[in-house]
């Protein structure tokens, strides 16, 4: 009994009862740190998903937008699905750069941390936002056919089938056996090309009425300026007597010569050349010979076209009520609300017979490259033909305007028209998740 009453031992017992109490706390804190870590890797990976997920997305808006690509007809439409295991198309994103997993180039890709290094996929599908998605996109309804009031686009309708830029892509992404879906709208971009606003630039020009019609211009600049890059001021030395033709009364204000005149610059640049002539592409409204009678549209690009005439008989529409009373109001080419843009590459035309050109007439001259430069007429308007905006030659090329009451008269509103096509742009409030395996 006496050693019963002894205590010697005793902080072993608490010890060991504290050293059991403080592992089990150990424990309890373990496990929790471990399902944190669990968590926060998977919520990594669901990040790392929708990362590649939004890349996807505008990779394949880039790749729609470049080199002509924009699915703006059936003959363009995209295929019907992208993926990652599939060789990069044009039409298609560019698996190399995308994630590491999937490139056939590794050193390209720019997403390859761990989640990206295996079992990284992804595959889009892009749907023209028409009939049954054009509120919104129904991944149930977006393999089949689509009904609108403009008719039925035939499954898939993976192109601009109502022609308004804009297409619904899908993209859905598997990054370590996480999957997420994403679907927005992409609109094609339109850019304003800056340009020098004039009436008239040309290398000369020649009016070969001799009436004044009722006291009305036949070449009306009225807010801008008409430029030749010849001598036309007769207290000049250098004056040229066949610089700028013209009687008194017909043109208004008087020509000026360009300060280029001894090195013509042309009125747009490469880059502003080869924009317009992608859209013209893109729009197919791109001619390699003479275009049909119809010249309607944004940009119309002809390539090599010797000579050809538009007339009222020729791809033309009523007049605007707006065009000024001194064209012949018989029939109008575009319209003030959507002028247009001619560019005519190499060789001549002629707007006649009471018809109305209402935009930019743009005759490079072969200004570019220097094939077939004229220095005589490349821009005739006569027998009540005429331009309601501007005309530009490039070069030494001259005008030639002939016709009864205007023949150019100057317009600023076509100038902020005169747009290419730009870059695939999200559309505000369109981007959503998608609910997994749709």
């Not at 198309?89 to 994630?99: E, F, G, N, Q, S």
């Not at 390209?108 to 023209?128: C, H, I, M, P, Y």
């Not at 094939?371 to 030494?396: C, L, N, P």
Request: aromatic share 8%.
């Amino acid at each position: 009994m006496s050693r019963l009453r002894k205590q010697e031992g005793s902080v072993l017992v608490i010890a060991i009862l504290v050293t059991a109490m403080m592992t089990m706390v150990g424990l309890a804190v373990f496990s929790t740190v471990d399902t944190q870590q669990r968590e926060s890797g998977t919520e990594r990976v669901r990040e790392s998903s929708l990362n590649l997920n939004e890349a996807v997305i505008y990779a394949q808006g880039f790749a729609m937008a470049s080199s002509n690509q924009w699915p703006g007809n059936a003959n363009a439409a995209m295929p019907f699905s992208c993926t990652s295991a599939a060789v990069t198309v044009p039409k298609c994103p560019d698996r190399d750069t995308l994630a590491k997993a999937s490139s056939a180039n590794p050193s390209l890709a720019n997403f390859a941390t761990t989640d990206f290094n295996a079992g990284s996929t992804w595959v889009t599908k892009v749907r023209d936002n028409y009939g049954e998605l054009a509120g919104s996109y129904i991944p149930s309804q977006a393999d089949g056919d689509l009904h609108g009031v403009s008719g039925t686009c035939a499954a898939p309708c993976s192109w601009d089938f109502n022609g308004d830029r804009q297409l619904w892509v899908q993209a859905t992404t598997m990054v370590r056996g996480r999957p997420r879906s994403i679907v927005a709208r992409l609109q094609r971009e339109l850019l304003t090309e800056t340009i020098p606003q004039a009436a008239v630039t040309a290398g000369h020009f020649d009016v070969t009425n001799n009436g004044k019609h009722g006291g009305s211009y036949l070449i009306d600049g009225s807010g801008a300026s008409i430029g030749v890059r010849c001598d036309p001021n007769p207290a000049s030395p250098t004056y040229d007597p066949n610089c700028a033709t013209y009687r008194d009364g017909q043109v208004a204000p008087l020509p000026t010569q360009l300060p280029d005149s001894a090195s013509p610059k042309p009125l747009m640049t490469a880059g502003q050349l080869s924009r317009l002539r992608d859209r013209a592409i893109q729009d197919g409204k791109y001619y390699p010979g003479c275009p049909p009678d119809d010249i309607r549209g944004s940009v119309v690009w002809v390539e090599n076209c010797p000579y050809q005439k538009f007339t009222a008989s020729t791809g033309s529409n009523p007049c605007p009520a707006t065009l000024p009373s001194g064209f012949s109001q018989q029939k109008c080419i575009n319209t003030d609300q959507s002028p247009g843009v001619l560019i005519w590459h190499h060789g001549t035309l002629e707007i006649s017979g009471n018809v109305t050109y209402i935009g930019l007439v743009y005759a490079v001259n072969g200004s570019d490259d220097g094939v077939d430069q004229s220095t005589g007429t490349v821009v005739t308007t006569q027998g009540g033909g005429g331009i309601w905006g501007s005309v530009a030659i490039d070069g030494r090329g001259g005008l030639d305007a002939g016709s009864n009451g205007f023949n150019v008269k100057y317009n600023a509103n076509i100038f902020p028209n005169i747009k290419s096509y730009g870059t695939a742009g999200l559309v505000q409030n369109t981007w959503r998740e998608l609910p997994p395996g749709s």
